[in-house]
C-alpha cells in the first residue's frame, strides 16, 4: 500500500482548515467538546485515529473521546509503558511521521504514524495528552504541530474545567451528606428569617416537611410571649448588625403540633449581608428539667416555710357531736378527688379540717399548698395563683411558678374564697372546669391535677345574689360543703382545748401548770367566743404570760364577764365520764391529768376501745398508738370486763 501524503496547503486553506476545527468545537463543553475535537483534529491532519486522555497517576492511562475510522469510538484503558503516549505524558512533544511499530514494538503493532502533545494546566501539571496515529507513514510538517499545539492548549483548558467541576461536584456531595446528615441542625435564613435550606436534623426538631421549607418563616415558629419576642428581637438585632450570635436559647413552637421546644441557637451573618447562616441544638430536655427543679425548689421553699408554723391534725381536739359529724365528713371525702368548701366562723379551725382531708387522701405525699385570698392585693393574687412569665408587667423581672403548679398532683387550700375579684374568679372556674391555666404574660397552656378545698367565712348565696360571687364558681366549690360549728355550740370541748392549750404553750413561756381554777372554767363556758378556737388559743396563751402560780387563773383583765357577746349561764355539768370538771378537787380546781384522763376514755368509748387503725382512738387523738398505751398506763385507764353472758 502506498503511504498516504496530505495534500498541500496554501495560506488560505491553513484559514479555512482552522475555522472549521473552531468552529466545529466552540458551541461544544466537556464530553461534546473533546469528542468534537478529536474528530475534527484527525480529519485536520488526515490521520484515521485520534483521542484525548485523563492521565491521574502511575502507568495507567484513560481515553476521554475516542475517533476511530469516521466515528466515535468506545474508551479504553491501557499501559503506558512501550507506548510514545509515555514520552508525551513525561511532559514531551512526540512527533514521529514513520516507523513507529519498529521502534516501539510489540506494542504498537500496526501503527507507522503518530503525533502527541501533553496537556498541561496552568501549574504545568500534566493532565493528560492529546495524540492522533495512522497505519500509514506521514511526512513531516510542521503546520500539523502547529494544529496540534493550538487544540492541545484548548482541550487542556477545558479538561483542567472538567477536572475542576469534577472537584467541585464531590465537594458538594460531601458538604451536603455533611450539611443533610448532620447531628446539628443547620438552616440557612434570609435576612427576613424566610428559610433558603434546612437539613434533616433542622426539620425533625422543627417539625417541618421538605415541601414547607420554601414556604417557612423562622420568626412564624416563635410564640407570642413577652420573653420568647424579646430573645428573637435581641437575635435580630445582632444578626443585623453584622455580628455572630452565639448561645442564644430561643423558645418555640413545632410547626406541626405546636409542642414547646427550646433550642440555643449561633447564627453568622453571610459577608455580603443577604443571608445568615443558622445552626442550632435541641436542648428542651435541658430546659424541661431545669423548670423541674426550678419548680422543686420554689416547693422545697414555700414547704420549709410552712414547716415552720405548727399545722398538725392532732390539734384538732374535742369529743363534741357537732365536732364528730365533721370529722365524719373528712373521713367520707378524703379518699375522693371531689373539691370541698369549708364553711365556718373565724378561728374555728378551716385550715385544720382542710390538712385533715388532704393527710387522709391519696395524695398525703403530695403538696398541700395554701393560699390566703384576702391578704394579697388584688393585683398580685393572680399572679401568686397562675404564676407570669418575664417582662408580663412591670416588676416581673423573671419568671415565676404559681401556687397551682407547685400543687401539680396534690391539694391547693384557698382560704377566704369569698375575697377573689370577678376576673380571678373566671380563672378559677376554667381551672376548675379544665384544669388547665396560663401564666401571665404567657400563651402555654399548662395542665394540672390539682384538688381544691376552698374555705370562707362569708355567706356566698348571699353574696352569689347581689352579683359580688359568680353562681356558676359557687356551685363548682360547693361539691361537698362542710360546716364548722362555733366554739360557742361545742362549750363541753372547752375543757379539753384548754388543757391542750395548756400542755402547748406552758413550756414555752416556762410556767408549770398542775390545775385550772375552777372559776375559770365557769368564766370559760359562759364566754360567747367571738373568735372562737383562736380567741381561746390568745387567751390561754396571755394568761400563762401574766401567772406564775402552778394553779392556772384567768382573770377579768385576761377575759373580761361582761362583753358584747351574749354572756349564758354556766351550763348544768353531767355527771360520770363525759364531764371531766366533776373531777375537781373541793376548791373546784381541775386537775389536768383529770381532763387527759377523761378525754381518752372518752375517745375510747367512741371507738369501741379499737387502739390502732383509721377507725382507732390513737388516730383520732392524734397520737401514736405506742403512745397511747403509755397514757392509758400512766393514768390508769383499762378496757372494762365484759358483763358475764
Partial sequence: MGVRMPRSATAPDE???LRSIVEGTASSTGDDFLRNLVRHLAEAVGMRHSFVSDFQAGTLLRTLAFWSDGEIAANLEYELRGTPCEEVIGGQDCFIPSGVQARYAPREKGIEAYFGVPLKARNGQVLGHLCAFDEAPRAPDP??????????????????????????????????????????????????????RANRAALRILGVKPEEVPCMYGRTLIPDTPDAQRRLKAALESVGRGTDTSGVVLELRRKDDGRPIFVQWWSKPDPKGTYTRTMFVDITDRILLEREQ??????????????????????????????????????????????????????????????????ASN???????????????????????????????????????????LANGGTIFLDEIGEVSGDVQVKLLRVLQEQEFERIGGNQTIKCDVRVIAATNRDLPSAVASGAFRADLFYRLNVFPVKLPPLRERTVDIPLLMQFFVQKYAAKVGRQVNAIEGKTIDRLLQYDWPGNIRELENVVER?????????????????????????????????????????????????????QREHILTTLRQTDWVVEGRQGAALKLGMKPATLRHRMKKLGISRPSEPAG
Fill in 363 to 405: 395524695r398525703a405525699d403530695r403538696p398541700f399548698i395554701k393560699i390566703n385570698c384576702a391578704a394579697l392585693p388584688a393585683g398580685l393574687i393572680e399572679s401568686e395563683l397562675f404564676g407570669h412569665e418575664r417582662g408580663a408587667f412591670s416588676g416581673a423581672i423573671q419568671r415565676r411558678i404559681g401556687r397551682f403548679e
Fill in 294 to 359: 426550678e419548680r422543686l425548689q420554689a416547693q422545697n421553699l414555700y414547704l420549709r416555710e410552712e414547716i415552720k408554723s405548727v399545722h398538725n391534725f392532732e390539734e384538732i381536739v374535742g369529743s363534741s357531736p357537732g365536732l364528730i359529724g365533721v370529722l365524719r365528713d373528712v373521713q367520707r371525702v378524703a379518699p375522693t378527688h371531689a373539691t370541698v368548701l369549708i364553711l365556718g366562723e373565724t378561728g374555728t379551725g378551716k385550715e385544720l379540717i382542710a390538712r385533715a382531708i388532704h393527710s
Fill in 15 to 17: 484559514i479555512e482548515l
Fill in 543 to 595: 394568761a400563762l404570760i401574766l401567772s406564775s402560780a402552778p394553779l392556772l387563773s384567768i382573770g377579768e383583765d385576761v377575759l373580761p364577764v361582761t362583753t358584747q357577746a351574749t354572756v349564758r349561764p354556766p351550763p348544768k355539768r353531767a355527771a360520770a365520764v363525759t364531764d371531766p370538771v366533776s373531777r375537781a378537787s373541793p376548791d373546784g380546781a381541775i386537775d389536768l391529768d383529770s381532763v
Fill in 143 to 196: 503546520r500539523t504541530l502547529y494544529l496540534f499545539k493550538i487544540f492541545a492548549g484548548r482541550a487542556a483548558a477545558e479538561l483542567e474545567r472538567l477536572r475542576t467541576d469534577k472537584q467541585l461536584r464531590e465537594s458538594e456531595d460531601r458538604l451536603r451528606d455533611l450539611f443533610e446528615e448532620a447531628p446539628i441542625a443547620y438552616v440557612h435564613e434570609g435576612v427576613d428569617t424566610h428559610f433558603i
